[in-house]
C-alpha cells in the first residue's frame, strides 16, 4: 500500500484513501463537439503508460475530497512528488542514482544511461 | 523431434531416462527473419508455432527478454473458458476452447487442458439478470453454458456455503461445463518446442531496445541488447510492456499497465472440484493438480512495472473466499506475486495491424489472457501471414477507439475477467 502526501490536507495518508483518476495534464478539448475522432481518441483513450515518471490524478475521496497530482516512478512505485491540481507538469528528472537502481538495461526496453551498471 | 509417446517413456526408463533431447534449441540470432515476434509468452510462442505449422512461414525469431514463460504466462492462475457476452468475444474465446479441446495432441505435450467446469456465482438481482443474459447470448453463438439454483451449484462444487444467511448468499450460478484449467508452462514449453521443431529460432535473454523503420515507414528490424536484428514483419506481443515497445516504432497504444496479483496455498488434498468465480466479491479460486488452491485478486488501482501489488487486494480477495468457503478460513498461504497487465478501455484485446507497415500488434488481454493463448496465436499467425486479419479477429483492431466500434466487454463484466 502506498503512502500518498495530500498536498491539500498536509498530511501522509494510507492508499485505501484515495482513488486513482488516470493520467493527469490532459486537458478536455473546450469545442468537443467539433474535434475530429482522431482528437477525441487521443484525448479519451491514448495514454503514455510510460515506464519510469508518470504524472496521474488522485482524489482524496476518504479525506478532503479533493483532485491533486502526484508524479510517480512506475518502476519502483515511489511516489516523487505531490502537487495540487491545475499546477503546471512539474520538470521532474530522476537522479542517476536512482535510475541505475531502477533502469536494469537487461529487461528494461530502454537503452543505457551515463551512470548504469553495464 | 522425438515424438512423447507411452512408449518413449518406457524405453527411456529402461535407461535411466539418459535419451530425452533438449525441447527446443538455443540457436544465435540470425542477421534476419521474415518474422520476428517480440514477447516470448504463451501468446508469442503460439503465433510462431502457428505461422510456421498453418502458413509456412518458418524463418521466424522470437524474442523474448527474460526466459520463456517467465512472464504473465507463469503468473496467471490458468482459467479456461469462453462466456463472453459480445459475438466477437464469443467467436474469439471460443475458437480457443475449441483448440484448447485438442492442444495436447496437435503439439504432442501434454498441457493438462482440464475442462472441469467454470462456475460463475450470483449473489443479487443484478448478478442473476446479467448471469442469465450472459447465458442465452452464450447459448445463441453455440458456447455451452447453463444457469445452475444454488442447491445445483452446491452438488457441483460441495465446498460452496449457500446459506441464506451469508453476507453475500448464493442466489445461484452460470455453469460453463468445457471452462476449466490448463497448465501454464506446460504450454509455454509446448508450443516453444513445437515451433523450434519446424525451424523457429527461440531467442531468449535478449531485450528489444528500439524499432527500425525505413525511409516510407515500414518496419525494418528491431535494436536488441544482442544487436540488431533485421526483418520483415514484426509482431509485438509483450503484454504489459506493450506500450514501451510501440513506442519505440511512435505508436501511442490505448493501453495502461496494472500489477495483477494472485496467491496460492499450502498443497492439501483434492477438495475443490471446479472453478468457482464471483465478480461481485471479487474472487475466483480453483485448485491445482498439485493440490495448491490458486486464487485470483484484483489489479491495483494505479499503473506500475513493478511486478508487485499492494496487500490490502489481497487480504480484500481472501476475505471473500473465506466467506463463501468457510472451511478454506484457517488454509495457509504459500506464496504471493504479481504480474503486469496491459489493459485496454474496453477490457477487450487489440490483434491487428498498426499504423506501421509491417508492424502488429497482440496485446489489451488485461486481466483475462491465458485462456486465449491458442486461439490468440492462431488469429494472429494468419494476420501476420496475411496482413489481414481472420475473419474472427478482425473486430479487434486498434482503429476501434477511433471509431468507436468498441468490444465492450468492460460493460458487459463490470468487472476484471
Known amino acids: 500500500m502506498l503512502l500518498i502526501h495530500c498536498p491539500y490536507c498536509g498530511e501522509e495518508r494510507p492508499e485505501v484513501e484515495f482513488r486513482q483518476s488516470g493520467e493527469a495534464h490532459i486537458a478536455r478539448p473546450q469545442n468537443m463537439a467539433d474535434i475530429t475522432d482522431e482528437e477525441f481518441e487521443a484525448f479519451f483513450f491514448l495514454r503514455d503508460n510510460p515506464k519510469g515518471v508518470t504524472f496521474e490524478r488522485w482524489r482524496h475521496v476518504h479525506g478532503c475530497a479533493r483532485f491533486f497530482n502526484a508524479a510517480r516512478d512506475t518502476v519502483t512505485d515511489k511516489i516523487l512528488m505531490t502537487y495540487k491540481a491545475g499546477l503546471p507538469k512539474p520538470d521532474i528528472t530522476l537522479p542517476e542514482k536512482t535510475l541505475a537502481l531502477t533502469v536494469d538495461p537487461g529487461v528494461s526496453g530502454r537503452s543505457l544511461l551515463p551512470g548504469d551498471a553495464k | ?417
Open chain 2, 1 to 417: 523431434m522425438r515424438k512423447y509417446s507411452v512408449f518413449a517413456l518406457a524405453r527411456e526408463a529402461m535407461r535411466a531416462h539418459t535419451g530425452w533431447d533438449r525441447q527446443w534449441a538455443s540457436p544465435e540470432p540470425k542477421a534476419d527473419y521474415d518474422v520476428i515476434i517480440v514477447g516470448g509468452g504463451g501468446h508469442g510462442l503460439a503465433t510462431a508455432y502457428y505461422l510456421a505449422s498453418q502458413h509456412g512461414i518458418t524463418n521466424v525469431a522470437v524474442l523474448e527478454k527474460g526466459w520463456i514463460g517467465g512472464g504473465n504466462t507463469g503468473r496467471n492462475t490458468t482459467i479456461v473458458r469462453s462466456n463472453y457476452l459480445y459475438d466477437e468475444s464469443a467467436g474469439l474465446y471460443d475458437h480457443s476452447v475449441k483448440l484448447w479441446e485438442t492442444l495436447s495432441q496437435d503439439i504432442n505435450y501434454n498441457v493438462m487442458y482440464s475442462p472441469r467446469g467454470v462456475m460463475m456465482l450470483a449473489h443479487n438481482v443484478h448478478d442473476v439478470q446479467v448471469a442469465k443474459r450472459h447465458i442465452h447470448a452464450n447459448r445463441l453463438n453455440g458456447v455451452d453454458n447453463r444457469w445452475l439454483t444454488p442447491e445445483e451449484a452446491k452438488d457441483i462444487c460441495p465446498p460452496l456455503n449457500i446459506s441464506k444467511t451469508a453476507r453475500y448468499p448464493v442466489m445461484g450460478a452460470a455453469f460453463q461445463q468445457r471452462g476449466g484449467t490448463a497448465r501454464h508452462d506446460a504450454v509455454a514449453w509446448g508450443y516453444a518446442r513445437a515451433a523450434s521443431d519446424r525451424g523457429v529460432h527461440i531467442i531468449q535473454n535478449c531485450a528489444v531496445t528500439g524499432v527500425r523503420r525505413s525511409g516510407n515507414g515500414h518496419v525494418t528490424g528491431v535494436e536488441t541488447t544482442r544487436g540488431f536484428i533485421g526483418a520483415k514483419k514484426v509482431g509485438v506481443v509483450a503484454a504489459g510492456h506493450t506500450s514501451v515497445i510501440m513506442e519505440m516504432a511512435g505508436v501511442r497504444m490505448p493501453l495502461e499497465s496494472f500489477p495483477l496479483q494472485a496467491l496460492v496455498s499450502e498443497p492439501v488434498k483434492p477438495c475443490f472440484p471446479c472453478v468457482v468465480m464471483s465478480n461481485t466479491v471479487h474472487a475466483y479460486i480453483s485448485q491445482s493438480d498439485k493440490g495448491e488452491l490458486v486464487i485470483g485478486a484484483g489489479t491495483d488501482q494505479y499503473t506500475s512495472y513493478s511486478q508487485t501489488g499492494g496487500l490490502h487486494i489481497i487480504n480484500h480477495t481472501l476475505d471473500a473466499i473465506c466467506e463463501m468457503f468457510p472451511m478454506f478460513t484457517r488454509m495457509k498461504m504459500l506464496r504471493s506475486w504479481g504480474g503486469i497487465v496491459d489493459v485496454t478501455p474496453d477490457r477487450s484485446p487489440i490483434l491487428a495491424k498498426t499504423p506501421v507497415p509491417g508492424l502488429y500488434v497482440n496485446c489489451g488481454w488485461g486481466t483475462g489472457g491465458f485462456k486465449a493463448t491458442p486461439g490468440s496465436g492462431h488469429v494472429f499467425a494468419h494476420t501476420i501471414a496475411n496482413d489481414n486479419p481472420h475473419p474472427i479477429n478482425a473486430g479487434f483492431t486498434l482503429e476501434r477507439f477511433r471509431s468507436g466500434r468498441l468490444i465492450d466487454e468492460a460493460a458487459a463484466a463490470a468487472v476484471a475477467h
